[in-house]
């Protein structure tokens, strides 16, 4: 069996296979199928690309033993990575346990790097609230990519350091 590194309801998260990328390239949904070609590749390319890069994070989206999504960190230098996320039209059909396991998924794929960035065509709105809500930033300037407007979204490490990161509260006597 795979270890499981996440799970919420049917939906879990454990490591990718290229298996599991070939899985899911010709089921991605119409946005995400519109932004690998955006960034000038084909769904194959932007699922199977990551696992050749040195030092790239990839996990699979799984409902129960079927893979519906495949996401990940590509290193961009030792303190930051571009983080992403392709999926089947079956993420939304369980978006209650896709919400609930987000945030928790963003921490994982943050990992290490104090900053996780990429960008989004800013009509892919759905997309952008997703964005919000597991805790990502915007830029305040638009970008063209490819003739594409799109936006910037980062998010950066929580400090440990602050008094609100339960690990390192001090103790009150």
């Known amino acids: 069996m795979v270890d499981e ?18 899985s899911i390239k010709d089921h991605l949904r119409y946005h995400d199928i519109r932004e690998c070609l955006i960034h000038g590749l084909t769904p194959s390319e932007a699922l199977n690309d990551p696992f050749f890069i040195l030092g790239s ?22 303190k930051t990575a571009r983080v992403w996320m392709l999926g089947t039209d079956e993420i939304m059909e369980h978006w209650f346990s896709f919400l609930k396991g987000s945030r928790k998924v963003v ?31 915007f830029d305040d300037n638009l970008y063209d990519v490819a003739n594409h407007t799109m936006i910037r979204f980062t998010r950066c490490k929580k400090s440990k350091n602050n008094v609100y990161y339960l690990t390192k509260r001090p103790v009150m006597h």
Request: charged letters at 25%; aromatic letters at 8%; a negative charge.
């Open 107 to 137: 921490e994982i794929l943050q990992g290490e790097y104090q900053l996780v960035e990429n960008f989004v065509p800013v009509d892919h709105t759905h997309t952008i609230m997703w964005l919000q809500w597991c805790g990502f930033d």
């Open 57 to 78: 994070r990839n996990f699979s989206i799984k409902l129960e033993d079927k893979v519906i999504g495949i996401c990940g960190t590509v290193p961009i230098d030792p």
């Open 5 to 22: 590194l996440a799970k919420v309801g049917r939906l879990s998260l454990t490591n990718a296979t290229v298996e599991d990328a070939k």
